[in-house]
């Protein structure tokens, strides 16, 4: 199968020298790299781990729903009065 890729000016000499280097010729010179290139980068690859902190315990429950909206509703009110609502 024959294929057109348009690539750099410079990359394209690189290549022609690696070829002569080398002794392959372009097409499978080419070819080799892309085979390599595309087993190194796996659709699979692991993410790195993540950083996690001790952030301390909790100061409310987000499980709770009635205590999330108090705390809300006290924000809330904050940005409103300039104080929280007092209950």
């Not at 952030?55 to 499980?63: E, S, T």
Request: hydrophobic letters at 30%.
């Amino acid at each position: 199968m024959k294929t057109t890729l348009i690539i750099s000016d410079d990359l394209f000499l690189r290549l022609k020298r690696r070829a002569l280097e080398t002794g392959q010729s372009l097409s499978s010179l080419v070819e080799g790299l892309l085979r390599r290139g595309l087993s190194q980068t796996s659709p699979h690859k692991r993410l790195p781990k993540l950083p996690s902190f001790d952030m301390g315990r909790p100061l409310l429950d987000i499980a709770d729903r009635n205590e999330l909206y108090r705390v809300m509703e006290g924000e809330r009110d904050s940005k409103l009065y300039g104080r929280r609502k007092r209950r």
